[in-house]
């Protein structure tokens, strides 16, 4: 699968926010056990999948991030007794937000990787990245907050239209 | 940090096969912040860890970004060298590029593309590191051990036997648990009381052991080193100051026919009593629901003929605090009761075994006090329905055990070996006697354990039968079991004069309580859960508690000892040092932007948010806010998640160093 995508012409970024005790430790595993996936994925360490805000999910896609991997323990693994099962609820609403303001779920994945599955991290992790790849770079965020910074001004009708119903 | 020094690891070739490091470092060197980078062979080594010691002096450096092997492997290593040139060990972050890259990339080019950018992560997070200082918390050397069996007493006498205060709580008159009730131990034969015994006396005049017997945990606050525990002591009707344990009101007392819950009720004894005549302490109890005085107001025998006037009625139940520093929880297990349950217990009796209503079918417990010198029957294995010797005495291995159809699909561990020592004990005590064994497999793992099993059949010749019973019923004076051997595959039929069965072992009844109490997490059985199976078996993952013995699992004696004197040294461990140091990484609260929701408070695990008055000089109430109590805190940082007006931080993994990192992606 390595060889495979030399060829390609987009190279999608992914950003992975994985918690410290699970997922951090079965990518260490795929790293000992020499696995081959590829490199297009960043990690972000943290403690637990709990700390994660997902504002830092619509961050990374401002910034450069193509697809965004979230993963944790299993469920009733956590190392926090139960952190990865708020971040299980809070992620369960915040994909319908995504989906609401039109981002693609296809590029955003929740995961299960415990310390012992660096082949399901390998597994993942390359399944998001060809996924990824097919759909081509995320632009949306990116261009609204290029418009953002560099046009000095945000014009949209809808803006417009509440200006004027101000003045 | 400003002047961040960046040293990339070759890690022999491991790195440098595949990644080209000096191009790592010579991008490292124009991040922002970077005042230095280089690139050695070894980092970890003696060498490695001098130029990294010398480069930080030399530069000045105030954060330094390793970028080697994962965090988990030296993390620890360059921290402590960081620190020895008096930087902050937290300024110190490793990237890593061997794990997560060299090793999983074979490309030269992507991989060094992707080493770049994984060291302009870190570099970017380490600009943003503040410096933390370890947190340390004062312990409080003093023990509480909650349960008073064998493994109880050897933790607390462990404990104490380093110079520790214990408390030890039973919630029986007396200690001494199952095992007192036994009657010879496998795979010696040792006599159980003569080897228990010395122990609960030793712990009785134990100078740093206090026993609070007949007393229950009420309630548990505080955390590691720092617990407040409040233990209720049932009034047990006599002042135990004055008691001289003489024994008059017990041979006094006119109301003998209860039934002793000690010899499983086929025994009588008094309504003022010790449970068995080695008690410790050796000053009885009333049972208020049985006597006469508390039932009707008329007697007060005891009261009359007691010498040193220990009696007292009026006695209420005492609640004492205890300041505790470390918890060893040893509650124990109960036996599997083949009748009926009630309606919302998963497990629901065994019909075919009649419900427990023929007499002769007792449980491995009653054939021990049956056996027992000290039991009802003075040793002599006699009956309960009429008193006679059996001749023909079937056991059944694996009655609610390893039956998931009953609701318990784990192996009971014990069975296997005290069904082989009762068919011994029996052959010794009946000469002519034929013990038949009921089994589906013999589990006989252990020192001499095989050897003693094989004894029971080749020397002591029981007869064992691989095959499960079907049915048990009463037929005159016999009782017939209907089962299979499936080793020929024939239908056994044997009249049997004496049924014993082996139940399945299970977590003490209450054992969920006293969990919820000390906010340990249990399993779907109630068996108090280990942090890790392998590598933290006596541990919970609350930290500051510890297991031992039979509630956190089936266990025999020898097992039980070795983890309750395992659970004792992680006390002594803990009380090694005055102060406990503990990683920074806690949630601090911003308390000028909390708008006291507490949803944090909701979210923690650990119970660590705490709600705090704010007061002015005058005492008025201006507000309340949380506050996060960093002994308790575990650091998962769901808290600062949840937190809506982002006023509650975790150290070390704050929004600006991950917002900074994301930034660089």
């Known amino acids: 699968m390595h060889a495979a995508h030399k060829n390609h012409d987009f190279e999608p970024k992914i950003a992975a926010f994985v918690c410290t005790w699970c997922t951090y430790a079965g990518a260490d595993l795929a790293g000992t056990s020499r696995m081959q996936y590829p490199p297009n994925v960043r990690v972000l360490k943290f403690p637990c999948t709990g700390r994660i805000d997902p504002v830092f999910i619509l961050r990374a896609f401002q910034k450069g991030a193509d697809g965004v991997l979230v993963s944790g323990c299993h469920p009733g693994d956590c190392h926090y007794m139960a952190g990865n099962f708020h971040a299980r609820r809070r992620f369960a609403a915040f994909r319908q937000l995504l989906d609401f303001v039109g981002v693609d779920l296809n590029r955003l994945q929740f995961s299960w990787v415990s310390a012992a599955e660096g082949g399901k991290w390998v597994e993942v992790v390359t399944g998001l990245t060809e996924r990824v790849r097919s759909m081509g770079p995320m632009r949306e965020f990116k261009e609204l907050e290029l418009e953002e910074q560099w046009s000095g001004k945000v014009d949209t009708p809808e803006l417009q239209e509440a200006y004027e119903a101000i003045s | 940090m400003s002047r961040i020094g960046v040293f990339v690891c070759h890690c022999g070739e491991n790195i440098s096969r595949t990644v080209d490091v000096e191009r790592v470092a010579q991008a490292a060197a124009r991040l922002p912040g970077v005042a230095y980078a280089t690139d050695y062979k070894y980092m970890c080594s003696d060498p490695g860890q001098s130029l990294l010691k010398k480069a930080i002096a030399e530069h000045n450096l105030d954060g330094v970004v390793v970028a080697a092997c994962s965090p988990r492997m030296h993390e620890k290593t360059f921290r402590k060298a960081a620190e020895a040139t008096g930087l902050n060990p937290f300024v110190c972050e490793m990237a890593n590029i061997r794990e997560h890259c060299s090793w999983v990339h074979e490309d030269r080019e992507e991989a060094t593309a992707k080493a770049i950018d994984i060291v302009k992560l870190m570099a970017a997070r380490v600009r943003r590191n503040r410096r933390l200082a370890a947190i340390t918390v004062p312990v409080t050397k003093r023990a509480l051990v909650i349960g008073g069996g064998i493994a109880g007493i050897q933790a607390a006498l462990d404990i104490a036997d380093a110079g520790h205060e214990v408390v030890l709580v039973e919630r029986e008159p007396s200690i001494g648990g199952h095992m007192a009730q036994l009657s010879e131990t496998f795979p010696t034969l040792d006599c159980s009381q003569c080897i228990m015994t010395p122990k609960m006396v030793d712990v009785a005049n134990h100078p740093k052991i206090t026993l609070h017997t007949y007393s229950e945990i009420e309630e548990v606050g505080g955390y590691i080193g720092n617990f407040q525990v409040t233990v209720r002591k049932k009034a047990r009707s006599v002042d135990m100051a004055k008691c001289t344990g003489c024994g008059v009101c017990m041979a006094k007392c006119p109301q003998k026919k209860i039934p002793n819950a000690f010899d499983k009720d086929m025994g009588t004894r008094p309504a003022i009593y010790v449970p068995f005549p080695q008690a410790v302490p050796n000053t009885p109890v009333i049972d208020r629901e049985n006597c006469t005085y508390f039932k009707s107001g008329k007697c007060g025998v005891c009261a009359k003929v007691c010498g040193p006037c220990a009696v007292d009625y009026t006695q209420q139940d005492e609640l004492v605090t205890e300041q505790i520093g470390a918890i060893v929880v040893a509650t124990g297990f109960d036996l599997y009761s083949i009748e009926p349950k009630p309606a919302d217990s998963p497990i629901q009796g065994y019909g075919e075994f009649g419900y427990g209503t023929i007499p002769d079918v007792i449980d491995g417990m009653t054939f021990e006090r049956l056996a027992s010198a000290s039991g009802p029957t003075g040793g002599k294995i006699l009956r309960p329905s009429d008193g006679k010797e059996p001749k023909e005495v079937v056991f059944i291995q694996c009655v609610g055990s390893r039956a998931r159809e009953k609701g318990i699909s784990y192996c009971s561990k014990i069975c296997c070996?005290?069904?082989?020592?009762?068919?011994?004990?029996?052959?010794?005590?009946?000469?002519?006697?034929?013990?038949?064994?009921?089994?589906?497999?013999?589990?006989?793992?252990?020192?001499?354990?095989?050897?003693?099993?094989?004894?029971?059949?080749?020397?002591?010749?029981?007869?064992?039968?691989?095959?499960?019973?079907?049915?048990?019923?009463?037929?005159?004076?016999?009782?017939?079991?209907?089962?299979?051997?499936?080793?020929?595959?024939?239908?056994?039929?044997?009249?049997?004069?004496?049924?014993?069965?082996?139940?399945?072992?299970?977590?003490?009844?209450?054992?969920?309580?006293?969990?919820?109490?000390?906010?340990?997490?249990?399993?779907?059985?109630?068996?108090?859960?280990?942090?890790?199976?392998?590598?933290?078996?006596?541990?919970?993952?609350?930290?500051?508690?510890?297991?031992?013995?039979?509630?956190q699992g089936p266990k025999d004696i020898p097992d039980t000892v070795s983890q309750a004197s395992a659970a004792a040294a992680k006390v002594m461990t803990l009380f090694a040092k005055d102060q406990l140091e503990r990683e920074p990484i806690v949630a601090r609260v911003n308390e000028r932007f909390c708008a006291a929701c507490f949803a944090c408070k909701k979210v923690c695990p650990y119970g660590a948010v705490e709600e705090k008055e704010i007061r002015d000089r005058q005492g008025n109430l201006i507000r309340v806010v949380a506050s996060v109590n960093p002994g308790v805190c575990g650091g998962c940082g769901t808290c600062q998640a949840t937190c809506p007006s982002k006023s509650v931080e975790l150290d070390g993994y704050t929004d600006e160093q991950v917002m900074a990192m994301i930034e660089a992606l």
């Open chain 2, 417 to 551: 070996m005290y069904t082989a020592k009762h068919t011994m004990l029996y052959k010794h005590k009946v000469h002519d006697g034929q013990a038949y064994v009921f089994f589906m497999d013999a589990r006989t793992p252990g020192k001499n354990y095989d050897e003693f099993w094989r004894r029971a059949i080749e020397e002591e010749e029981a007869v064992y039968i691989r095959g499960m019973v079907s049915r048990l019923y009463q037929k005159g004076d016999k009782v017939v079991v209907m089962g299979s051997d499936i080793s020929v595959g024939i239908q056994v039929e044997i009249e049997a004069d004496l049924v014993v069965l082996a139940t399945a072992v299970q977590a003490r009844k209450g054992a969920d309580t006293l969990a919820q109490k000390l906010g340990i997490s249990y399993d779907k059985y109630n068996f108090y859960s280990e942090a890790h199976a392998k590598l933290k078996p006596v541990e919970c993952a609350t930290a500051g508690i510890y297991l031992a013995g039979a509630c």
